[in-house]
C-alpha cells in the first residue's frame, strides 16, 4: 500500500524533538513539487545547512523559492518561522488600535514573554498554518511542527494565549471594577500577591493586561481554527520517530495526545534504522582485520535487534502505515539526498 | 603529562570529568532531543554517587518514564521531579506559611492558568527550588536534566531577563539568588550532542546564545554515541562485497565524527567522547554509561 499523497492537501509532520522531522519535511516537500505539486514547506528553524540546501540566504519569514535539481518545473516554497517577530505581527493584526499596538509592543513584560514564553514556537508555527492554508496558490503545504516537550503545546498554543489574558483573570487584576468573584479572598490575594512578587511587577502585570483587553476572542477563535484543520479530512498527520525505548514511549504518549484531541494518525515514519549486518566475512582475512570485522558486524547486528524490538512494539501500539528509513551516513544537507530520502519516503510505504 | 591540543584551546592538563564535577554543587545537562542527555545525567549521578558524594538528580519531564521506573532510592540517590505549579505553592507557602490561605487564594482556575501561563514563572520558581536545595544541602551535588534546548533557554533568560521587571519585593531577592546561583563558579553547565552536524550546530548556536545571556561557567561537551573501540585492526586487504560495504558504513560514521569534533573545536571546551551502546535496556545502558564516564 503507498502512501496516499494525492487526496491530501496539509501533512504535519510532528514528533519528539532531534529525530530528523525538519529533513524529512524538507524531503517530503521537495518530493511533492517533484510530482506537479505546487508546494509550500514550512519550517522551524533549521540547522544552518539545511537552511543553505533549501536556498535560504536570510532567516526570516519571507517566503523563498527553493529549485529543485533535475526538476525546472518543479514549484516549491519555503518559508522559515521566526517566531518573535511573528508575535509582534499577531499583536498588530488583533489590536483594536494604534495605541493599544504601541502600548503592548513596548511592554516590558510583552517582551520578556516573547523572548521566553514557551509554546511562542508552536504558537507561531500554527498561525502561519492558518494563514497559507487559505491560499490557493498551494495545492500541497508540508509543516515541520516544532519540536514539543509536550505535544499538548502544539495544539494549545493559542488556547494557552486566550487563557493568559482571559477575562476573569483580567478582571482580577483590574483593580478599578471591583473584583468579580470572592472578594474578600481577593483584597487577600492581592496583599499575598504584592507581598511575593512585589507591587512594581503587579502595576507592570495590570496594564499589560489591561492593554490586552478585547483581543483574546481573536485568539480562542484561532485555536478552534486550528483544531479545524487538524481534524480536516485532507490533513494528514505524520508521526516521525525513531526504533528505541525512549523515542517509543514518546511516541506513545504522543499518540495519546492526537487521540484526545480526536486527531487521526496517518503514517508512521521510521528513522535511522540500521542497516547492513551479515556473517559471510572475507576469507582468508588476517586474523587482525577478521577480529576488526566480525566485532563491527556484530555491533552493528545488536543495534539492529534492539531496533526490531522496538519496531514490533510500535506495531502493536501504533498500527498505521509505517515507512522505514534507513540511517544514513550521509550529510543529509544537500538537495541531492533530500531528493533520493524523499523517493524512499513515498515508495517504501508498508 | 603532556599537553593535549584540544578545542582550539591549549589543555595543559585536560580537566578530568569527575574530579571536576565533584569540586561544583550545582551542574546542568542541555542538550537537544533525543541525544542521550538523561541517561548521562543519570550516568553521571550514579558515577559521583558511587564516589561517596550525596547526589540529587533534578528533572522535570513528567512524560520521562525513565527517571520514573530508575531505581535511584535504592542506589542512594535522591531523584526529584520537579513541575511549576507544586514548586510555586512551595514557594509561596514558605512566605504565607498557612496552607488554607493558599488553597483560597491560589487554588481556582484563574490563579492556576495565571501560573501556568505567565512568562517564565514556572522556569523561576523551579530554578529558585533548585537554588534551595542547594542552599539547604551545601555539601550535595546537584545535577540537573533540563528540558530540551529550547525551553532550557527560558530557564536561562527567565531569571536573567525577569531582573529587569522585578525591582523590589520578595521575588526580587529571589531572583538575584537564581542569578548569582547561575553565574557561579560552583555551577556547570554541560552540552550533550551527537557526533552529528545538524544536532551539533544547534547545540553550538544553542551555546553561544547562552553566552550572551551572562557568564555561565561552561564545562564539557559531551559528544554521545559515537563508534566503539573495535579489537583487531581496520582490515587493509582485498574484502568482499558484503565487507566492503561494512568498512565503507564504518568509515562514514568516522568521517562524520571527524567533521563533528572539527566543529567543535570552536566551542573551546573539552569534549568527552562516548561510545553508542548496543544495551537493550535503560538501565543497563546508565550503569554502562557511568563506567565509561569514570575513564575520562
Known sequence: ?350 | MTPSHRSGTIWLVKPRYLHTLLEKKVVFFTGKGGVGKSALTSATAVLCQRQGKKVFLVSWNPFDTHARSFPYSSLGIEHLVLDGPSCFKEYVLGILKFEKIYDLIFENNVFQTFIAASPGLAETVIAGKIWDLMDKNPQALILVDLPASGHAFTFFSSPLGLRKLFRMGLVHREIERICEMFLSSSTLLNFVTLPEELPLSETLEFKNKLAKLGKINMGFFLLNQCLPQLPGREPVEPLNNDDQLLLQQYRSYLDQELRAEELLQSAELPQIKLPRLSCPEWITTVEALSRELERQ
Open chain 1, 1 to 350: 500500500m503507498s502512501w496516499d499523497l494525492d487526496s491530501k492537501r496539509i501533512f504535519l509532520i510532528g514528533g519528539p524533538g532531534g529525530v530528523g522531522k525538519t529533513t524529512i519535511a524538507a524531503a517530503l516537500a521537495i518530493n511533492l513539487s517533484q510530482r506537479g505539486y505546487r508546494t509550500l514547506v514550512l519550517t522551524v528553524d533549521p540547522a544552518r545547512r539545511l537552511a543553505q540546501a533549501l536556498g535560504f540566504s536570510d532567516f526570516s519569514n519571507t517566503l523563498q523559492k527553493v529549485s529543485v535539481p533535475g526538476h525546472p518545473q518543479a514549484y516549491l516554497m519555503a518559508s522559515m518561522l521566526d517566531s518573535e517577530h511573528y508575535f509582534d505581527k499577531v499583536i498588530e493584526r488583533f489590536a483594536r488600535s494604534p495605541e493599544q499596538k504601541k502600548k503592548i509592543l513596548e511592554n516590558n513584560l510583552y517582551r520578556t514573554m516573547v523572548e521566553s514564553l514557551g509554546g511562542s514556537h508552536e504558537y507561531a508555527a500554527m498561525e502561519r498554518l492558518l494563514e497559507f492554508a487559505s491560499h490557493a496558490e498551494f495545492d500541497k503545504i508540508v509543516v515541520d511542527t516544532p519540536p514539543t516537550q509536550n505535544a499538548l503545546d502544539l495544539f494549545n498554543a493559542p488556547q494557552r494565549l486566550a487563557n493568559f489574558m482571559d477575562n476573569s483573570v483580567l478582571r482580577w487584576f483590574q483593580q478599578k471594577g471591583g473584583f468579580h468573584f470572592f472578594q474578600r479572598g481577593s483584597q487577600l490575594a492581592m496583599k499575598a500577591l504584592q507581598k511575593v512578587l512585589g507591587s512594581a511587577f503587579l502595576d507592570q502585570l495590570a496594564l499589560f493586561l489591561n492593554d490586552l483587553e478585547g483581543m483574546q476572542s481573536g485568539f480562542k477563535a484561532r485555536h478552534l481554527a486550528v483544531l479545524e484543520l487538524f481534524k480536516n479530512p485532507t490533513t494528514s498527520f505524520v508521526l516521525v520517530t525513531q526504533a528505541s525505548e525512549a523515542r517509543f514511549l514518546e511516541s506513545v504518549e504522543f499518540h495519546k495526545v492526537l487521540q484526545s484531541e480526536g486527531i487521526r494518525l496517518d503514517q508512521l515514519i521510521l528513522n535511522r534504522m540500521e542497516t547492513t549486518a551479515h556473517e559471510r566475512h572475507t576469507p582468508g582475512l588476517s586474523r587482525e582485520s577478521l577480529e576488526w570485522i566480525t566485532a563491527f558486524a556484530r555491533y552493528l547486528h545488536e543495534l539492529q535487534l534492539i531496533q526490531k524490538k522496538w519496531m514490533d512494539a510500535f506495531k502493536t501500539a501504533l498500527p498505521v502505515p509505517t515507512v522505514l528509513i534507513p540511517r544514513n551516513s550521509k550529510s543529509l544537507t544537500n538537495l541531492e539526498t533530500l531528493l533520493e530520502l524523499g523517493n524512499s519516503l513515498t515508495c517504501s510505504a508498508s
